[in-house]
């Protein structure tokens, strides 16, 4: 007569897989597999998350009979670029085995370049030597190539943009200014742009 002297082992622990943010809750990403030497009730297998936080079992589940892990939530790889689940395997008669899940969280474009203007001088003798009009900040909260940003403004303005600090810029003047040929510049088509590479620039 057969008794439950073996415990559950999974047969890869831990486990590792790679889930895009943008994957819709109750996607299944995963499934896991342990194995018991004993036979019938014995060897009978249910799954389970173990010991896991209020957060991980808010963002993801375990099928009890199949060991298939599934998503509850969205994942937010600004917020959290990475899990480690662990498992549970227990057979019919108690006897238990652990596991581990490591979850990496990757981002996709889903955020778009932000553009903020710390500094503005909102007037200009029209002959000063070159000036800076405004101090500027570019970021892209993505990562990788994701987060890789290009700035510029438009053609024919009496204006050149600068980098002056990793993704801070400078607005100055080319030259000294005439105000008899021009006297304001506000048109938006002005205004600074800024991309991903290869993307169609956007306007503040």
């Known amino acids: 007569m057969d008794i439950n002297d073996n415990a559950p082992v999974f047969v890869n622990s831990p486990y590792e897989v790679q889930v895009l943010e943008s994957s819709p809750p109750d996607s299944p990403f995963l499934t896991v ?16 998350l173990f010991q896991a936080s209020d957060e991980i079992q808010k963002t993801f589940s375990i099928n009890e009979f199949t060991g298939e892990i599934r998503l509850k939530k969205e994942l937010d790889f600004e917020k959290t670029e990475s899990y480690r689940v662990e498992i549970e395997a227990t057979d019919g008669g108690g006897l238990s085995g652990k596991g581990s899940v490591v979850i990496q969280v990757l981002d996709v474009n889903d ?15 029209e002959n000063a030597p070159e000036t800076v009009v405004a101090i500027i900040r570019i970021r892209d909260r993505d990562s990788g190539e994701n987060g890789k940003m290009i700035c510029s403004i438009s053609d024919h303005v009496p204006f050149i943009l600068k980098p002056s600090y990793k993704n801070f ?11 008899e040929s021009r006297a304001q510049s ?6 600074p742009t800024w991309a991903h590479p290869g993307s169609q620039p956007s306007t503040p």
């Open 186 to 191: 506000t048109s938006p088509s002005q205004s």
């Open 111 to 125: 955020n778009a370049p932000e553009l903020t203007i710390s500094s503005l001088t909102s007037s200009v003798p």
């Open 33 to 48: 597999l342990a194995r018991d030497a004993d036979a019938g009730n014995f060897g009978r297998i249910s799954y389970d």
């Open 169 to 179: 810029y400078t607005l100055v003047t080319e030259s000294p200014l005439d105000r």
